[in-house]
């Protein structure tokens, strides 16, 4: 196949740097530009310390609007404003990395309509897609959890989450609690109950068992690591673990990274992958499910690629077959 003509924007942040290193290291796609205003003239290796002797691109201030398809890098909010102000071919097609199209109510944008792309729930509508929304971090290592008893039409009670992911979901603006003196050695909880990414999670469970109609009840946390999200999930489960784990196996049994462990997970085990991994345990009538991501990787940009890969006919694992960072 021919190779693909690839334009990023908003080339500074910490998914854009992951994306670059995806896309110069991937055998069937080209970086044709790299946009951010605030870093025009300067190499990308200047920002992306980790591309030195990788690449000499330096980034632009100036689009190419025939590229063959456009990676949006942008803040949450900011895709709408940049896509009103831009036009792109016909032929280009759109993966945007923020919220801007995730929600149904979202998803028709000047003519152009967005499909949610969680590749394990949408893989097909994913193929035929023009333009693809990217799920956020939580709501990916969250669905994965619990997408299978949805599907089976299991879920009948609330679902307790918690979930701790590492300094880089903050993104790499400073606050007062991504400095390195709040953040080390330190824990805490945010936005309980009422995480943006509840939208896209209810609207995907919703979309495989329409009758669920309890809450999902959501505590994220901050940890004291780079990356990575470690989410456990429990709900009301009257079958045995060997159903449960028959169900999970069945529904992922064509995933290309997501996959069921019979042992306890932890975090290097995904850390700087695409995979996601889930391991299940049953205790008195409870499903306890733990499921891991790099919210980086399959959190955004490595999902990101995988969405491209499918969306021009390649193999989803194409330029992600990727080593977890495990010592």
């Known amino acids: 196949m021919k190779t693909i003509q690839v334009g990023i924007i908003g080339g500074a942040g910490y998914t854009a740097g992951e994306l670059i290193r995806l896309l110069l290291n991937h055998p069937n796609a080209e970086l044709n530009f790299v946009y951010s205003t605030s870093n025009a003239g300067n190499k990308l290796s200047h920002v992306?310390?980790?591309?030195i002797?990788?690449?000499?691109?330096?980034f632009t201030d100036?689009?190419?609007?025939?590229?063959?398809?456009?990676f949006l890098c942008l803040g949450h909010g900011n895709s709408v404003r940049f896509l009103k102000e831009n036009s792109f071919s016909d032929h280009t097609k759109?993966?945007?990395l923020g919220n801007d199209f995730r929600l149904e109510a979202d998803q028709n944008f000047e003519g152009k309509t967005f499909i949610y792309g969680l590749p394990e729930l949408n893989k097909h509508a994913i193929e035929k897609a023009?333009?693809?929304?990217?799920?956020g971090c939580f709501a990916t290592a969250i669905q994965l959890g619990v997408l299978p008893l949805a599907y089976a039409g299991l879920l009948r009670s609330d679902v307790h989450v918690n979930a701790v992911t590492g300094a880089t979901g903050a993104g790499t603006s400073l606050s007062a609690t991504t400095h390195f003196t709040w953040r080390d050695n330190n824990v805490s909880h945010y936005k309980a109950f009422t995480h943006q990414h509840l939208g896209e999670?209810?609207?995907?469970?919703?979309?495989l068992q329409t009758d669920f109609t309890s809450d999902i009840l959501f505590i994220p946390n901050r940890g004291n690591f780079s990356r990575g999200i470690f989410a456990t999930l429990y709900t009301d489960f009257e079958g045995t673990l060997e159903?449960?784990?028959?169900?999970?196996?069945?529904?992922y049994e064509e995933a290309?990274?997501?996959?069921?462990?019979?042992?306890?997970?932890?975090?290097?085990?995904?850390?700087?992958?695409?995979?996601?991994?889930?391991?299940?345990?049953?205790?008195?009538?409870?499903?306890l499910i733990t499921s891991i991501i790099d919210n980086l990787l399959k959190g955004a940009s490595g999902q990101a690629v995988q969405n491209m890969n499918l969306m021009f006919g390649m193999d989803e694992t194409t330029g992600l077959q990727l080593k977890a960072s495990w010592f």
Do not use: W
Request: aromatic share 8%; with cysteine; proline share 1%.
């Open 243 to 251: 159903e449960a784990q028959k169900l999970y196996e069945s529904f």
């Open 94 to 96: 759109i993966i945007d």
């Open 62 to 70: 100036t689009v190419n609007q025939e590229v063959d398809v456009l």
């Open 130 to 135: 023009r333009y693809i929304a990217n799920p």
């Open 53 to 58: 002797g990788s690449t000499e691109m330096v």
């Open 256 to 287: 290309k990274f997501t996959f069921v462990s019979n042992e306890n997970l932890h975090l290097k085990q995904v850390v700087n992958t695409n995979k996601c991994l889930i391991h299940l345990h049953k205790y008195q009538g409870k499903l």
């Open 201 to 207: 999670i209810n609207q995907s469970v919703n979309q």
């Open 48 to 51: 992306h310390q980790d591309l």
